[in-house]
């Protein structure tokens, strides 16, 4: 069994910074894919960023140039600096992390955080 746990969301000033970051668990064989995407009241669930296990990134273009992605696969983590925010950055923000298992290390399986909450506000 595996989990992904995301944590950092707040409530924030525009123009202010978050860190969010994304954590995984359990029997874990190998976590190519990490992403994180948000949803909004009304909104489909959107990509604001990905990065693969090799190192490359994938900016959502709303983003580019604020939010930054990172990871650390020693620790099978994720991070999301988030800087320069704005009121429509409010959402709730998620981690999917695409990944193999001990159990069954030719199966990808794709494993969802259950969200951390970003509102951006005065």
């Known amino acids: 069994q595996v989990q992904v746990v995301e944590s950092g969301g707040g409530l924030v000033q525009p123009g202010g910074s978050l860190r969010l970051s994304c954590a995984a668990s359990?029997?874990?064989?190998?976590?190519?894919?990490m992403g994180w995407y948000r949803q909004s009241p009304g909104k489909q669930r959107e990509l604001v960023a990905a990065?693969?296990?090799?190192?490359?990134?994938n900016y959502a273009d709303s983003v580019k140039g604020r939010f930054s992605i990172s990871r650390d696969n020693a620790k099978n983590t994720v991070h999301l600096q988030m800087n320069s925010l704005k009121p429509e950055d409010t959402a709730v923000y998620y981690c999917?992390?695409?990944?193999?298992?001990?159990?069954?290390?030719?199966?990808?399986?794709?494993?969802w955080g259950q969200g951390t909450l970003v509102t951006v506000s005065s």
């Open positions: 990065i693969t296990s090799g190192g490359s990134t």
């Open positions: 999917k992390m695409v990944l193999t298992t001990t159990r069954d290390s030719e199966r990808l399986l794709e494993v």
């Open positions: 359990g029997s874990i064989s190998s976590i190519y894919d």
